[in-house]
T-cell receptor
């Protein structure tokens, strides 16, 4: 079985401070992991993905995530938040072993204060 | 941006009426998906397609059917709409399956009264 838990429904940071969005996953197989971002009233855009290559994954707009198998975590970080980062972020686990499944977390809304 | 359009973008319909949402792509991607987005649930997969006339169920397929008669078009049908199907519906496409990036359409806001 697969599941995704985003540990915070809302995160608020000040502009210029670090961002940490937490994601834990459960999967019976070696999964692919993704982070997507959704700006208000828009579709989703890929930030980064992990597919069993390097455990530290770099994405767009300065975001990165580290796959930690022992902790079953895939937390998203950024050293310095910008106002334009305010959006909703989704952690996703996907696999095609035993049938295709893709599971989205409930989302974390990021607020950035000036 | 990936060439994905959804129509209509907004729809209000009454309980019990049939509704069809259309997803059209110009990328020639093999895989297409329909999701619904509800507060507190993220996105949930309704159905997906892995080729013309080849479809399979997702996590929340009850009350929905799909068809894909051409590579570029993927239709989602609510045979008899219910208020619980009020949601925002997103179509997505990808070149591969589990490990591939999905590209999302702009969404359709459906309200069932």
């Amino acid at each position: 079985a697969q599941s995704v838990t985003q540990l915070d429904s809302h995160v608020s940071v000040s502009e210029g401070t670090p961002v940490l969005l937490r994601c834990n996953y459960s999967s019976s197989y070696s999964p692919s992991l993704f982070w997507y971002v959704q700006h208000p009233n828009k579709g989703l855009q890929l930030l980064l993905k992990y597919t069993s290559a390097a455990t530290l994954v770099k994405g767009i707009n300065g975001f990165e995530a580290e796959f930690k198998k022992s902790e079953t975590s895939f937390h998203l970080t950024k050293p310095s938040a910008h106002m334009s980062d305010a959006a909703e972020y989704f952690c996703v686990v996907s696999s095609n072993t035993g049938g295709f499944k893709t599971i989205f977390g409930a989302g974390t809304r990021l607020f950035v204060k000036a | 941006d990936a060439g994905i359009t959804q129509s209509p973008r907004h729809k209000v319909t009454e309980t019990g009426t049939p509704v069809t949402l259309r997803c059209h792509q110009t990328e020639n991607h093999r895989y297409m998906y329909w999701y619904r987005q509800d507060p507190g649930h993220g996105l949930r997969l309704i159905h997906y397609s892995y080729g013309v006339k080849d479809t399979d169920k997702g996590e929340v397929s009850d009350g929905y059917s799909v068809s894909r008669s051409k590579t570029e078009d993927f239709l989602l049908t609510l045979e008899s709409a219910t208020s619980s199907q009020t949601s925002v519906y997103f179509c997505a496409i990808s070149a591969g399956l589990a490990g591939a990036e999905q590209y999302f359409g702009p969404g359709t806001r459906l309200t069932v009264t």
